[in-house]
Nanobody, 119 residues
Framework: QVQLVESGGGSVQAGGSLRLSCAAS????????MGWYRQAPGKQRDLVAA???????TYADSVKGRFTISRGNAKNTVYLQMNSLKPEDTAVYSC?????????????WGQGTQVTVSS
């Protein structure tokens, strides 16, 4: 069973920074892409940033220039560096992995980590 373990959430004042980490474990043959999504209360879950196995990145317009997604040396780890945080960045941030495992191509989610930005 593939699991994603997230860490790094917390509370910060506007203008501050946080770094989220997500590590995948289990039987993984290869990872196609990993990404971060967020869901604020009463809103749908939206993509924040994603990175492919080839290193291509995608960002939501609202975080471009402030957030940076990167992979760790182990390739099964992804980070989200969040700078210049705004109150509207407050949400539960969840990690997602698109991978090839024993059952073929699959996707899985982390448990989510709360990010709270106060003004």
């Amino acid at each position: 069973q593939v699991q994603l373990v997230e860490s790094g959430g917390g509370s910060v004042q506007a203008g501050g920074s946080l770094r989220l980490s997500c590590a995948a474990s289990g039987i993984i043959f290869s990872i196609n892409a990993m990404g971060w999504y967020r869901q604020a209360p009463g809103k749908q879950r939206d993509l924040v940033a994603a990175i492919t196995s080839g290193g291509s990145t995608t960002y939501a317009d609202s975080v471009k220039g402030r957030f940076t997604i990167s992979r760790g040396n182990a390739k099964n780890t992804v980070y989200l560096q969040m700078n210049s945080l705004k109150p509207e960045d407050t949400a539960v941030y969840s990690c997602n992995a698109d991978f090839w495992g024993r059952a073929g191509r699959d996707t899985t989610w982390g448990q989510g980590t709360q990010v709270t930005v106060s003004s």
